[in-house]
């Protein structure tokens, strides 16, 4: 079955494959340390070029070195210290589906503690130290360790709200009352959240884990740095092509599959093709190289019945890839890609971009579509039928609208296409003008569609040539639909274009989803409403205790005006009440068919 080995993690840890109840602390005396080693090779043959570290590259490349250092990238994975625990830990109790833990903090240093029994009667387990972090920019999580294993505390600590939220609430996953599975850092987040990772797994021993680095550095994307540190050690040459043997991989130089391939080896969904192989000695693959003769990659095409389940949950009916952390999918499944060159390259830099999102300069505006397609360049407003200037006049907002799902909000799909409108029942891809224009119909899109771009006409139904298209996703349509859409009406250019006054209602309904993980993006949305600001919600309440009352007792006594067009589409009265009949029949509809987004 095809699955990214950096999110087998979720096939082992969030639901998947349910095989135990937490951390089973363990004593070891050899236990692999932490600390990276220098030197290793995950390749056998000793004429291979070895890892030498990000220090060593910082001895002629400092302001590369700056970048990387400032990035995401080099904090993926770090040991557990005062400077890299984002989280309160000191007095913390965390309890969730019989599990229970106490966090402190002695000094430097921060432990875990399992609890059984209740809160009158617990009776503690071995305290264990945390060792290891990894995440530092959205969520975080912690690792403990077990024998030769690493073992993930099953809770991530959500940065921008600073709130510990279970493993298992974290992802869109279906509703499970089970404790899950621990998840094993040795050979699930090695793959991507260090470089030169090498599980060291054999049968008869277990593991012998080790690491060039921890977190993604420079040989990441260059290569093993070993020939070309000494070579210009040993010449006090500054010459990049004195000796070939000697050079590193430059990306910018490569072809355009090739270069995205580097940045693919963690942004795509693969499948090791020699797993044993990559157990005990690591991966094969080295930038530059073509990675599908190591790996194989996940086709939407493939007609493996073992491949059915990953691909139902990680691919829109349409065929595009819906899991955030993984854009190679979409981008090569682009025209750009496919007839063009456009690569990862074409938008993204490590080392000339902020951090947050590695946008080049100029690539958040049109200049990124513009570089090649310059013949718009003086037609904006007549290609896009929107003003300039405007959030619709922004060629990424049609053409890689928020359709994809990772971190607990809608992430920009990665395949670059136009925009178009399927029956809303299909569960089907949200199409970009329907994501801005929350208040509009299915019908008045495919119009525009076809008036603007002769698209072909589609047979609707009375309810989506009359009813918001986005209230239809939010009520009725599956759990990715149901995120989405209520990340959606958090959306700055959304709420501007759509208005702000009528969204709380439904949001409020969506408040009680099955789906932990949409009721947290509800709440999330929610707060960007007036009024709602500092709304407070338990979105971890059990089943029987979900209310949406006060959050609808609170719009209720809002003010607010709003048109009778608008209010017929977004189910209110022209009195501007929630129609509660025809919202529960939405609701009674449904797709309730399991989600799976495998981040």
């Known amino acids: 079955m095809i699955k990214n080995n950096r999110n087998l993690i979720l096939v082992l840890a969030f639901g998947l494959s349910i095989v135990g109840v937490g951390i089973s602390f363990m004593r070891s005396p050899d236990a692999p340390s932490l600390e990276p080693l220098p030197g290793k090779s995950a390749r056998s043959p000793s004429a291979e070029s070895r890892f030498v570290t990000s220090d060593a590259c910082r001895e002629c490349h400092q302001r590369h070195y700056t970048t990387w250092h400032d990035s995401y990238h080099r904090t ?344 178009q409108t399927t029956d809303s029942t299909q569960g089907s891809r949200p199409n970009a003008c329907n994501l801005c224009h929350l208040d509009k119909t299915l019908h008045w899109t495919a119009t525009h569609l076809s008036d603007w771009y002769d698209a072909p006409e589609i047979t609707m139904s009375e309810t989506d040539r009359n009813t918001s298209a986005a209230l239809l996703w939010l009520l009725r349509g599956n759990a990715i639909q149901r995120a989405i859409v209520a990340w959606g009406m958090s959306w700055q250019p959304a709420r501007e274009i759509s208005g702000s006054e009528w969204q709380a209602p439904f949001l409020a309904e969506t408040l009680a989803d099955p789906y932990s993980v949409v009721r947290f993006v509800a709440w999330r949305s929610l707060k960007h409403l007036p009024g709602f600001k500092d709304f407070q919600y338990d979105f971890l309440t059990p089943e029987g205790e979900r209310s949406r009352n006060r959050a609808v007792d609170h719009w209720i006594k809002q003010a607010r005006t709003i048109d009778d067009d608008r209010a017929i589409r977004v189910l209110l009265t022209p009195a501007g009440e929630l129609d509660s009949q025809a919202t529960q029949n939405l609701q009674a509809e449904r797709d309730d068919r399991p989600v799976n987004i495998l981040e």
Request: charged share 20%.
């Open 76 to 419: 993926m994975t770090q040991p557990a210290t005062p400077e890299t625990v984002l989280s309160t830990f000191d007095g913390v109790r965390l309890e969730s589906r019989g599990q229970s833990f106490q966090l402190s903090r002695k000094g430097d240093e921060f432990f875990a503690t399992r609890v059984t029994g209740n809160r009158t009667s617990a009776a503690s387990e071995e305290s264990r130290p945390i060792v290891m972090t990894t995440g530092s920019h959205s969520m975080q999580t912690y690792w403990v360790q077990a024998g030769r294993e690493l073992r993930q505390l099953p809770w991530f600590f959500n940065i921008e709200e600073q709130l510990w939220i279970p493993s298992q609430d974290s992802f869109l996953t279906p509703p499970s009352d089970t404790p899950i599975a621990s998840a094993r850092w040795n050979d699930t987040c090695i793959k991507c959240h260090s470089t030169g990772g090498v599980p060291g797994y054999i049968p008869s021993a277990g593991f012998n884990t080790r690491v060039a680095e921890l977190g993604i550095s420079c040989e990441a994307c260059h290569g093993p740095g070993e020939r070309h540190v000494n070579f210009h050690r040993a010449t006090k040459s500054t010459d990049p092509v004195t000796n070939a043997a000697a050079a590193m991989v430059s990306p910018e130089k490569l072809s355009h599959v090739a270069a995205s391939q580097i940045c693919g080896q963690c942004h795509s969904s693969s499948q090791v093709r020699d797993r044993r192989g990559w157990l005990r000695n690591g991966s094969p693959y080295r930038p530059g190289e073509d990675h599908k003769v190591s790996f194989r990659h996940a086709e939407v095409e493939s007609t493996d019945p073992e491949d059915a389940p990953y691909l139902q949950d990680s691919f829109w009916s349409d065929g595009t890839c819906r899991v955030g952390g993984d854009e190679l999918l979409g981008l090569q499944d682009s025209a750009c890609f496919q007839h063009g060159e456009m690569s990862c390259l074409s938008c993204h830099s490590m080392h000339d971009s902020d951090p947050s999102d590695q946008l080049k300069v100029l690539a958040d505006s049109n200049e990124a579509c513009l570089q090649c397609h310059d013949t718009y360049r003086d037609q904006i407003e007549e290609h896009t039928h929107h003003s300039i200037g405007s959030s619709g006049s922004q060629c990424f907002n049609c053409h890689m609208p928020h359709t994809s799902f990772a971190l607990l909000k809608a992430i920009r799909s990665h395949r670059v296409d136009s925009p």
